[in-house]
């Protein structure tokens, strides 16, 4: 059973880059696709991107050009960073994990509000 | 880019009703769709995968069908844990898709 974990700083200022990491237990790193997704207050769930061990990213066109994603197997982590956020960006950030079979394993979320 | 839309928006239904939720894909997905259900204040919790596999440790009264474009999520006799926020989202190896959710309340 693969389990995830997000860690990351709660509070990020207008214009500063947002950083969190997930950390993998149970499953393989060199299997799954592993993906960010975030969800406004009171609203729906966004894609954000994937990554895989190899480091190939695939991101959502509408935050391409302010996100990057890190990969360390090593580790059993990968860490996303959103550049130049606003307060649109405030957020429960979650952390995926898919299988080859299309089993869908989540973190349980962390929120991440921007603010002066 | 594949769109997911889902209906209804909200759904009232009492203890024991026959639910169903239905996801549209605006174009072919094959079986690449998964149901979660979502509590307040908690994380999605994923009920069915590959549109009709049902995840370990869910309640068999959920049961996912369809493949290409139109799908459904049916809960066969809600009961009061059931009340809470559905999601179908498409999810492959390049991209994912949510549909707007379903929430279903007690009527």
């Known amino acids: 059973q693969v389990q995830l974990q997000e860690t990351g700083p709660g509070l990020v200022k207008p214009s500063e880059t947002l950083s969190l990491t997930c950390t993998v237990s149970g499953g393989s790193m060199e299997s799954y696709w592993w993906s960010w997704i975030r969800q406004p207050p009171g609203k729906g769930l966004e894609w954000i991107g994937y990554i895989y061990y190899s480091g190939k990213i695939n991101s959502n066109p509408s935050l391409m050009t302010r996100v990057s994603m890190s990969v360390d197997t090593s580790k059993k982590q990968f860490s996303l960073k959103l550049n130049s956020v606003t307060t649109a960006d405030t957020a429960v950030y979650y952390c995926?994990?898919?299988?080859?079979?299309?089993?869908?394993?989540w973190g349980q979320g962390t929120l991440v509000t921007v603010s002066s | 880019d594949i769109q997911m839309t889902q209906f209804p928006a909200t759904l009232s239904a009492s203890v024991g009703d026959r639910v169903t939720i239905t996801c549209r894909a605006s174009?072919?997905?094959?079986?690449?769709l998964a149901w979660c259900q979502q509590k307040p204040g908690k994380a999605p919790k994923i009920l069915i995968y590959?549109?009709?596999s049902l995840e370990s440790g869910v309640p068999s009264r959920f049961s996912g069908s369809g493949s290409g474009t139109e799908f459904t999520l049916t809960i066969s006799s809600l009961q009061p844990d059931d009340f809470a926020t559905y999601y179908c989202?498409?999810?492959?190896?390049?991209?994912?898709?949510f549909g707007q959710g379903t929430k279903v309340e007690i009527k």
């Open positions: 590959k549109a009709s």
């Open positions: 995926t994990g898919t299988s080859p079979r299309g089993r869908d394993y």
């Open positions: 989202q498409h999810y492959n190896s390049n991209s994912r898709t």
């Open positions: 174009h072919s997905i094959g079986n690449w």
